[in-house]
């Protein structure tokens, strides 16, 4: 099994910037692919951004594209969310995710381990 734990969420004006981590522990082998995805009360849960273990290949939803990146640190067992320009509509609880492939389709029933997820909320 993989134990994921996100931090880093909080409060931030509008343009302003955070940056999410979120902890890996367990069988981290099962971790090839990681990724954050967020949720707001009522709707889905959305696809953000994903890295595959070596780093060399990112993917970001249209909406954060230019603005959010995602890296990770396989020595720490760490993925992290750099959020710039930060938008009312980013608003939202952020979850970490992690599975032992990379999903053809990013969606969440895709992945298979999630952490407690973290609130990310913007001031406009």
């Known amino acids: 099994q993989v134990q994921l734990v996100e931090s880093g969420g909080g409060l931030v004006q509008a343009g302003g910037s955070l940056r999410l981590s979120c902890a890996a522990s367990?069988?981290?082998?099962?971790?090839?692919?990681m990724g954050w995805f967020r949720q707001t009360p009522g709707k889905e849960r959305e696809f953000v951004a994903s890295?595959?273990?070596?780093?060399?290949?990112?993917y970001y939803a249209d909406s954060v594209k230019g603005r959010f990146t995602i890296s990770r640190d396989n020595v720490k067992n760490t993925v992290y969310l750099q959020m710039n320009s930060l938008k009312p509509e980013d608003t939202a609880v952020y979850y970490c995710?992690?599975?032992?492939?990379?999903?053809?389709?990013?969606?969440?029933?895709?992945?298979?381990?999630w952490g407690p997820g973290t609130q990310v909320t913007v001031l406009s």
């Open positions: 367990g069988r981290t082998s099962s971790t090839f692919a």
């Open positions: 890295v595959t273990r070596s780093g060399d290949f990112t």
């Open positions: 995710t992690g599975n032992s492939y990379l999903p053809l389709k990013q969606v969440a029933g895709s992945f298979d381990y």
